[in-house]
């Protein structure tokens, strides 16, 4: 893991880093390092970027006092785009203008990125255990959208992940990994969803292997998810991760 720039301000530190040819942003706490801090994993939605997050980053580790690391998936941010991404782009903005369904396109695209997501997000938390010198703390995921298309493969098969944050998602392809997911889970559902039927997403949830999940939903569309639905995911979060700061209620 190479660092290419560090920044600090409001008490928080950002970090940019490359590892294996993969963008990424790292946030903790200023004047402290990663050793046995917990560690949220923050997956960015469709068409976002390592940044999309920043403010959920900074928050986590300003008011709770973990660290946050995210990166751009496949055909995002910083990574170029393949053939195949440059179609999809194009494809899918034709579709929406037509009026037409988009769900399964998508679903196929978002499949094959995760499929390349999953052990890029292995391996930062390689990097990151062996920076941290003690090891990490319990690590987090909060990702919706394509967020939770990626997230969903990789809790089912890193241990490393205790608790996730999932939602606007429910194509088909995940639901077999969604059984292997035993973790606690959140789950954020939009009911009238333009990119997500609902029908899909509920039979996502059902299809968690959790013993713990809870579902979230709210009326409104793909992008209309409450703000207090984020303070609702941080008490979550809280809950499993535990706090390593002090926290004004």
Known sequence: MHFTSETSSDGVVERRFVLDGVPGMLWHPDGSGLGGRPLVL?????????????????????????????????????????AQDERFATETGQLLAAGRPISAWVARHTAALAERAVPEWRAVLDALEGAGGEGLGPVGYWGLSLGTV????????????????????????????????????????????????????????????????????????????????????????????????????
Not at 202 to 208: F, T
């Open 150 to 249: 990626i997230g969903i493969p990789l809790a089912a098969v890193e241990p490393r992940i205790v608790a996730a944050v999932f939602g606007l998602a429910g194509h088909a392809a995940l639901v077999e990994p969604a059984r292997q997911v035993t973790v606690p889970v959140e789950f954020v559902l939009q009911w009238d969803d333009e990119l997500q039927p609902r029908e899909g997403a509920l039979a996502l949830y059902g299809a968690l292997g959790s013993g713990e999940r809870s579902l979230h939903a709210n009326p409104g569309g793909h992008l209309a998810v409450p703000e207090f639905e984020v303070a609702a995911s941080e008490g979550f979060l809280r809950r499993h991760l535990g706090c390593a700061a002090p926290v004004a209620d």
């Open 42 to 82: 923050l997956g960015h939605g469709g068409g976002q970027d390592k940044l999309g997050p920043r403010e959920r980053a900074r928050r986590c580790a300003a008011r709770f006092g973990w660290a946050a690391v995210a990166i751009d998936a496949p055909g995002h941010g910083e990574r170029a785009r393949t």
